[in-house]
Structures are given as C-alpha cells and as structure tokens.
C-alpha cells in the first residue's frame, strides 16, 4: 500500500502567518490527493482534492499543490478558526487502497 | 442536504463481533457514490476500513480485510460495517463518509461513534 508522511507532525504558528505542509507519497500518485481539517471531537473536512482543487465553501485562504509524490497544503494568513489538525490522503482507484497521512496539528504559538 | 449518522452499540467485548450501521439522509445511495467506513483510535490519525457501491461492489483495506464486512441496504438507504473478532486495539471512534470518487475524497461525513472494546 501506498504510505503517505506528513511534515511537521505539529507547528505553532500566529494568527495572520503563512503556514504550509508537507504530504509525501512512498510512490508516485499523480494528483490524487486530498486535504482534510479535523477540529476536536468532529468529523475531518474536506479541504482540497485533487492536489490542488478547493472544494465549496471553504476558504480562498487554503491552496494545495504537488504532484506524483510530493505535495504541500498552504494557509496563506492563518485565522483564529484554522487551528486544527490536518491530514493527506490519497486514493488513486479501487482496488488499491486508500490510505491517510499520520495528520499534522496546528497550535497557537 | 446529504447527512449520515453512525448507529450501533458503544461497548463491544473482546473476541465479538462490532456492528454499526450509517442511515443517509438527503441522497439516495441507489443513485451513486462509493460509501465508506473509516476509523480514529483515541488521539491518534485516520484509517480507512473499506467502501462499498450501491451495487455491493465492496473494497476493504488489506490490514483489515479478513475481519471485515460491508454491506447495503438500498430500500433502508443505509449501508453497514461488521468487524469480527475485536480486540483493544479496534477501539476507536467509527465514521461513515460518502466517497466522491472524482474528487478521490469524502465529502460528506457522520460525526462519528466511539465504540470502547472491553470486558
């Protein structure tokens, strides 16, 4: 199966920073990644899709980018309401497997 | 507006079999979409249990594959997770999630059960 690293595992950061992360993929995926925000004791949300295509409704502020293995998400001015953990996951076609990065949280410096 | 919901019990013993079953609200499951379960042991990251189409077409994740079943009933608009033989290591909180496979990601996600493996 294909395994995906997330760096950093955790970052502080301030509101109104740039705030970027790492996804790498054991082996090329081409685009077909996605992005998730998870806040405690919710559901994880859909961010980004497709390395790079922001899904409805959630924030210009977001962008992703990368492909084949290496892929980054990026806040571009970090908002009281982003602190939160994020997770890569990747899905080319049933019936490889689907698989997640092991997340990265965002804390308030 | 697509909603799901987790149902089954909290507390399962070891060496039972764990069952839930996700109720989908706002979209037919008859009409498309792969449906997923995915898993989150306490403070720890996502895994992903397995998927099934409309049809029954079913995928499951090679680490869990031989304690796994997923199943859907089309005329309840609800499909559901079997895991068999639980031990500590299955506590986690269970999700149910549409699958959006041109978008390769979930879209759509219910706040999830914790269900506890314990005697």
């Known amino acids: 199966a294909i395994q995906l690293t997330q760096s950093p595992s955790s970052l502080s950061a301030s509101v109104g920073d740039r705030v970027t992360i790492t996804c790498r993929a054991s082996q090329g995926i081409s685009s077909a990644l996605a992005w998730y925000q998870q806040k405690p004791g919710k559901a994880p949300k859909l961010l980004i899709y497709d390395a790079s295509s922001l899904e409805s409704g959630v924030p210009s502020r977001f962008s992703g980018s990368g492909s084949g293995t290496d892929f980054t998400l990026t806040i571009s001015s970090l908002q009281p309401e982003d602190f939160a953990t994020y997770y890569c996951q990747q899905f080319n076609s049933y019936p490889s497997a689907l698989t997640f990065g092991g997340g990265t949280k965002v804390e308030i410096k | 507006q697509v909603q799901l919901q987790e149902s089954g019990p909290g507390l399962v013993k070891p060496s039972e079999t764990l069952s839930l079953t996700c109720a989908v609200s706002?979209?037919?499951?008859?009409?498309?979409?792969?449906w997923g379960w995915i898993r989150q042991p306490p403070g720890k990251g996502l895994e992903w249990i397995g998927s099934?189409?409309?049809?029954?077409?079913?995928y499951y994740n090679p680490s869990l594959k031989s304690r796994v079943t997923i199943s859907v009933d089309t005329s309840k608009n609800q499909f559901s997770l079997k895991l068999s033989s639980v031990t500590a290591a299955d506590t986690a909180v269970y999700y149910c999630?549409?699958?959006?496979?041109?978008?390769?990601?979930?879209?759509?996600w219910g706040q999830g059960t914790l269900v506890t493996v314990s005697s």
């Open positions: 099934i189409y409309h049809s029954g077409s079913t």
């Open positions: 706002g979209y037919s499951i008859s009409s498309g979409y792969y």
């Open positions: 999630a549409r699958h959006d496979l041109d978008k390769g990601g979930f879209d759509y």
